[in-house]
């Protein structure tokens, strides 16, 4: 999703972009992503990313809406705020805390938040059964959702109308530079360009070390459950619980450090389930019918990672867990900036360097 994001916004630009894309049983975030397009939770540690976040949430009604029209597949995106549910008071007081502390700190911008209470979250939900053991929420208004599948098939067909030769099953085996010229060598060819964009996710990180690129990236299992299609009744996305356009409700996502391991559980369906109960008792009657599991892209902070390498001008390593949420800024910001040239100012905090300066 991110390489199809800037292969998009590189197009039409005067260069011809080449997009060497691997096969379905390469390990992909894209396809196992909840779909959220989302700001309320981003750069609590990194104000720079809360304001990126926000910006591309700013773009992506006229981007989704864009890629609608050019390629005539619908994204469902809809921006009509987002609520991340508090279950106990203590989780109520820890996130009026956290709110309070990052908007008298942060110069950046950031998305509107409010702490609200079970009564107001109860107004707000009209006719909704709340668990018990609701306390409360933090909405945005800011947040929103998509459908993540539509999303990377329109990226990919509107690239293609706008010239970007994909290349599918081409897997990426080595990298290498030599005469300002770079080498990729895949499982269908090898091909060369003047500049390379590793886009790869976990993928990459071998690629860029290749390249002199730090890589500083680790897979995260997120585990999602997906319910049979109920009756319209959530009328906002939540950070775990969100009902789609077709109107099945999709639950998630456990958090587990296990390496490349891509199972799904019955011990995390079963911790899924109960979050949800706890949540909306009466989805307690609704049959799961899809349980799956997908490897996040995680820097140690768990911000986006736009690192250009020093020894080979011209090569760059973009990943970040947030592919649907920064598409549009990827898209219609970085893409354009990457085509100039090395990354300017604007983009220093998200560098490796951030990494060695906290050593």
Avoid at 181 to 205: D, S
Avoid at 244 to 251: F, K, L, P, Q, S
């Amino acid at each position: 999703m991110v390489g199809a994001s800037l292969a998009l916004g590189m197009s039409g630009r005067g260069v011809k972009v080449r997009l060497l894309d691997g096969g379905d049983d390469d390990v992909r975030a894209s396809r196992a992503n909840f779909g959220l397009v989302w700001v309320q939770s981003k750069g609590h540690e990194m104000p720079a990313y809360a304001e990126w976040t926000c910006t591309s949430a700013d773009l992506w009604a006229d981007f989704g809406g864009d890629l609608a029209a050019r390629t005539g597949i619908a994204l469902h995106h809809r921006r009509c705020g987002g609520l991340s549910f508090c279950i106990g008071e203590g989780a109520l007081a820890e996130k009026r805390a956290t709110f309070a502390r990052l908007h008298n700190q942060s110069r950046h911008r950031r998305a509107e938040v409010a702490v609200i209470d079970r009564k107001e979250l109860q107004r707000m939900l009209p006719g909704i059964r709340l668990g018990k053991d609701v306390a409360g929420a933090s909405f945005s208004p800011e947040d929103g959702d998509c459908d993540p599948l539509a999303l990377i098939h329109a990226l990919n067909a509107a690239s293609s109308q706008a010239g970007v030769l994909r290349h599918g099953g081409a897997k990426a085996t080595a990298a290498s530079s030599k005469g300002g010229t770079f080498r990729v060598e895949t499982t269908k060819g090898i091909y060369e360009a003047p500049r390379l964009i590793l886009a790869a996710g976990l993928g990459g990180k071998a690629l860029a070390e290749s390249l002199a690129i730090p890589a500083l990236i680790a897979p995260q299992r997120g585990q999602i459950l997906v319910t049979e299609r109920l009756a319209p009744f959530l009328p906002c996305a939540g950070d775990t619980i969100r009902q789609t356009a077709d109107g099945t409700v999709m639950i998630g996502a456990t958090h587990e450090d296990v390496g490349f391991d891509q199972s799904a559980t019955s011990s995390a369906g079963a911790s899924l389930a109960q979050l949800a109960v706890s949540v909306f008792p009466d989805l307690q009657s609704a049959s799961v019918v899809r349980q799956w599991a997908g490897l996040r892209i995680m820097t140690p902070d768990g911000c986006p990672l736009y690192a250009e390498s020093e020894a080979h001008p011209g090569a760059a390593l973009i990943t970040c867990h947030s592919g649907v949420t920064l598409a549009a800024a990827h898209a219609r910001i970085l893409a354009p900036a990457l085509l100039e040239g090395p990354l300017g100012p604007s983009f220093a905090e998200f560098s490796a360097a951030r990494f060695a300066a906290r050593a």
